[in-house]
T-cell receptor
Framework: ELKVEQNPLFLSMQEGKNYTIYCNYS?????LYWYRQDPGKSLESLFV?????AVKQEGRLMASLDTKARLSTLHITAAVHDLSATYFC??????????FGTGTSLTVIP | DTGVSQNPRHKITKRGQNVTFRCDPISEHNRLYWYRQTLGQGPEFLTY????????KSRLLSDRFSAERPKGSFSTLEIQRTEQGDSAMYLC????????????FGSGTQLSVL
């Protein structure tokens, strides 16, 4: 079974600062997904990374994938309060099952 | 596109009772997934269907859990003889195989077993 680990688990950052969330996975995976979850809500897809070296950007968020290192990163640039949420990465080695990390709870402080 | 719909939103039951949840996926999606999420954890895979066929089921899933997807449209998840440890958010997601497999999640059913 593919294991997915995220760090940090909790992140408190000031508005305007930059930070990176890391997602490591245990076995070969050629696709990686990032989701956002607001309290009491369901998961919303942010990025789908389907190849080594893939980089996707949306607003202040940028995600990348290094399949050789089994690592994906979610970089936050100039954080704003609206980015406060829990962020999950998920990996799949077959395109059938998706394994989620435990999430990173992000709080952006004014 | 009305999104993935789950019913009920909340379910409170007594230990030992049976419960059934329903999921209506996005109509053109052929894959449907069930996940369970507890507080502070990521979604845990339970099972998935492609059309009406149940292709995979988590080894951690008790025999008390059963899922169906008749006619390849909506799906039901039944838990028999509920236990307090079953209390969780049950999430349904759908996708179209071969399209990058981005999952579209429903709002979930929050189960509380007293």
């Amino acid at each position: 079974e593919l294991k997915v680990e995220q760090n940090p688990l909790f992140l408190s950052m000031q508005e305007g600062k930059n930070y990176t969330i890391y997602c490591n996975y245990s076995t070969t995976s050629d696709r990686l997904y990032w989701y956002r979850q607001d309290p009491g809500k369901s998961l919303e897809s942010l990025f789908v990374l389907l190849s080594n070296g893939a980089v996707k950007q949306e607003g202040r968020l940028m995600a990348s994938l290094d399949t050789k290192a089994r690592l994906s990163t979610l970089h936050i640039t100039a954080a704003v309060h609206d980015l406060s949420a829990t962020y999950f990465c998920a990996a799949s080695n077959t395109g059938n099952q998706f394994y989620f990390g435990t999430g990173t709870s992000l709080t952006v402080i004014p | 596109d009305t999104g993935v719909s789950q019913n009920p939103r909340h379910k409170i039951t007594k230990r030992g009772q049976n419960v059934t949840f329903r999921c209506d996926p996005i109509s053109e999606h052929n894959r449907l997934y069930w996940y369970r999420q507890t507080l502070g954890q990521g979604p845990e895979f339970l099972t998935y269907f492609q059309n009406e066929a149940q292709l995979e089921k988590s080894r951690l899933l008790s025999d008390r859990f059963s899922a169906e997807r008749p006619k390849g449209s909506f799906s039901t998840l039944e838990i028999q003889r509920t236990e307090q440890g079953d209390s969780a958010m049950y999430l349904c997601a759908s996708t179209q195989a071969g399209a990058g497999e981005k999952l579209f999640f429903g709002s979930g059913t929050q189960l509380s077993v007293l």
